[in-house]
């Protein structure tokens, strides 16, 4: 994830894997929590290394490959974020 300018009041970001599914059962892995984007120097960019600790099998009720990005800021705010996203099938 990098910015393309930093912001001027407080907005943080978390990445939730698969949200819908417990965390007893592997699901809802956070990759990303609560960092404050404002802090973050433009020429550094958050690396998260996504490897869940279980390998879920696709499940289309539950939706097991699914991503949640949530950013928390202050109403009216204007971010441009660049996210990119690796997927690998073992």
């Known amino acids: 994830m ?8 407080d907005a ?3 990445v ?3 949200p819908d ?5 592997g699901g809802s892995k956070q990759f990303v929590q609560n960092i404050n984007l404002k802090l973050l120097p433009i020429t550094e960019g958050i690396n998260a ?3 869940a600790a279980k390998w879920l099998k696709y ?3 539950l939706h097991t490959n699914k991503l949640r990005f949530i ?3 202050a109403a009216g705010a204007q971010i441009e974020i660049m996210t990119m996203v ?3 099938r073992s």
Do not use: C, F, K, W
């Open 16 to 18: 939730i894997g698969v």
């Open 2 to 9: 990098r910015l393309t300018t930093v912001p001027s009041s």
């Open 71 to 73: 950013i928390y800021h």
């Open 12 to 14: 943080r970001v978390a």
């Open 59 to 61: 499940d289309a009720n």
């Open 49 to 51: 290394d996504g490897r």
């Open 21 to 25: 599914v417990p965390a007893q059962m």
């Open 86 to 88: 690796e997927t690998y």
